[in-house]
């Protein structure tokens, strides 16, 4: 893909999604060490976001405006989306929400996401300021043919066919491995081709007390667990 709107040198295969998320990934974690053996602590959100401000500038990988991704199309509870409509592509600039007091969760649900949906990738391009001047990671996926939204049925069945078994009433699924969120109509479409195509779920490995973060930060929890 070529694409003179981002940054030279980010869309390239060299330094495409696999090398850049490792690099970030590592950043973030060198991070989250020092602090730790200073303070004691891995709660370091904040100083890991605005490190890796600092750090993508340096390297490059910073985005200036979000204006050159596209014309605004949506606002979900983590990103703001952007549409290219030139290349076919579908920005996100994703805000860390879920990433609670770490962002290594962060990485590890971008990882996860391509392994289970490839289909459906996320690249990190890099890192830019949203609307509400917010430190945002810019991932995109290509945009999806669909016509319609998937429905309750035939998520649950495509995640079973996987190895995926329901929880709380269905509120995630996990395979013990893994727990998928948000598996929810608005988050997977129905492509015009027949198949699924899972574009906005939240994967985490299991038994990390995930779930209590995702409750906490999620409008799409069902409060009536909460009670």
């Known amino acids: 893909m070529e694409d003179d709107k981002i940054s030279p040198g980010i869309n390239s295969e060299k330094e495409g999604f696999d090398s850049l ?5 590592n950043e973030a974690r060198r991070i989250s060490c020092a602090i730790q053996e200073v303070a004691g602590t891995t709660s370091c959100k904040g100083v890991q ?11 490059g990988y910073w985005i200036s405006s979000y204006d050159i991704l596209g014309e605004f199309s949506d606002r979900g509870s983590e990103n703001e989306v952007y549409m290219d409509a030139v290349y076919q ?22 990882k996860i ?13 890099g890192f830019t300021e949203n609307q509400e001047g917010k430190i945002c990671a810019v991932i995109s996926q290509p945009f999806i ?8 049925e035939e998520i649950a069945g495509a995640l079973a066919l996987m190895g995926f078994a329901p929880m709380q009433d269905g509120e995630y699924f996990t395979n013990d491995e893994v727990d998928i969120f948000d598996a929810l109509p608005n988050n997977v479409l ?23 973060s995702y409750k906490s930060l999620s409008p799409n929890w069902n409060r009536a667990h909460l009670e």
């Open 21 to 25: 998320l490792e690099e970030a990934a």
């Open 49 to 59: 976001i605005n490190g890796l401000k600092k750090w993508a500038i340096g390297k």
């Open 89 to 110: 592509i579908v920005y996100k600039l994703n805000d860390f929400r879920y990433a609670d007091d770490n962002l290594e969760s962060f990485f590890q649900r971008i």
């Open 113 to 125: 996401h391509n392994n289970l949906f490839a289909d459906c990738a996320y690249t990190l391009h």
């Open 145 to 152: 043919r669909a016509d319609r939204e998937a429905s309750i």
């Open 190 to 212: 129905h492509g015009i081709d027949g198949n699924l195509y899972f574009i906005d779920t939240i994967c985490l490995p299991s038994n990390n007390n995930f779930i209590d």
